[in-house]
């Protein structure tokens, strides 16, 4: 993949990038940035898999009550996820937590990372595997277009389009 | 997507996720503690748009130079990256950066993290794209079977398998 015009001079930075620095104008920054750090991507793999309780959620996840409740705020913050209530037979109301369209639309960005690592770091031998319920096949991202042409990295090219008139 | 088994309870921890915590048997968080902070992912972006050499990274990037050359030493370690000495004319040899195909195999984690970025943090209008050097397509990331099927999210389970008898 190559990159056709280049990006400007950017001023020297030590810090890590955040929104308004790196992020800007880049989606792969600003998804990263959005999300935060390892434990909201962790938080977000149990949802998937469909542990949805606070208590379940800190007993897979084995984290503080205190981050695991700091970094649900940041998921509902960001429209990933909302708490939603439930009641159990002779208990007090709680609040449960349901992915939202925009968080299911990051499987891809899960299952991706969970490709790569299923191949470099365990050698094939799966832990999690994603199925296809209709034919039981296991579920991979894939590069394609639109028509359906499968894509190989060294026939891709990567073009930097111009902001919108809003300076966004 | 829900999931069948649960694991194991785990002790309590309030530290982010490393390499035998988290990380095991969970190619997600893996993946994510492997590559390290967003530095390591921007500078990951720059090979794959075709951005090689150590002085042009520091300029795209807007980096310090002991913070570059340590994720790219990171990159290198990990296996994605490797350095290839080059020489100008009249100038002394130097080193420029290359994905492995360890590291080509992080295009679909790329593409995928643009994606949600281009459709949540930029109502679309995508700063960059990637385009099908054959049909001009943009290229995007699909959840597909094997035989060629696409999944939707809610079409979807997660198995957890065994793990392979040698404990990894």
Chains 1, 2 share one sequence.
């Not at 899960?110 to 365990?122: A, E, I, P, T």
Request: aromatic share 6%.
């Amino acid at each position: 993949m190559a990159q056709t015009p280049t990006r400007s001079d950017a001023p020297a930075r030590t810090d890590p990038p955040a929104r308004g620095t790196l992020a800007d104008r880049c989606s792969i920054a600003g998804t990263l940035t959005a999300l935060g750090d390892t434990w909201s991507i962790m938080v977000l793999r149990e949802l998937f898999f469909g542990v949805h309780r606070f208590n379940d959620l800190q007993r897979d996840l084995g984290v503080s009550r205190s981050v695991l409740s700091n970094r649900l705020g940041r998921l509902v913050d960001l429209g990933v996820a909302r708490a939603v209530p439930y009641q159990d037979p002779g208990e007090r109301s709680r609040l449960e937590y349901r992915l939202t369209r925009k968080g299911v639309d990051l499987l891809p960005v899960m299952l991706s990372l969970m490709d790569w690592g299923d191949r470099y770091l365990y050698d094939g031998d799966a832990p999690v595997t994603v199925h296809d319920r209709t034919t039981d096949e296991q579920v991979r991202v894939e590069m394609r277009t639109p028509s359906g042409r499968r894509v190989e990295p060294n026939e891709m090219d990567a073009r930097v389009n111009a902001p919108a008139a809003d300076g966004r």
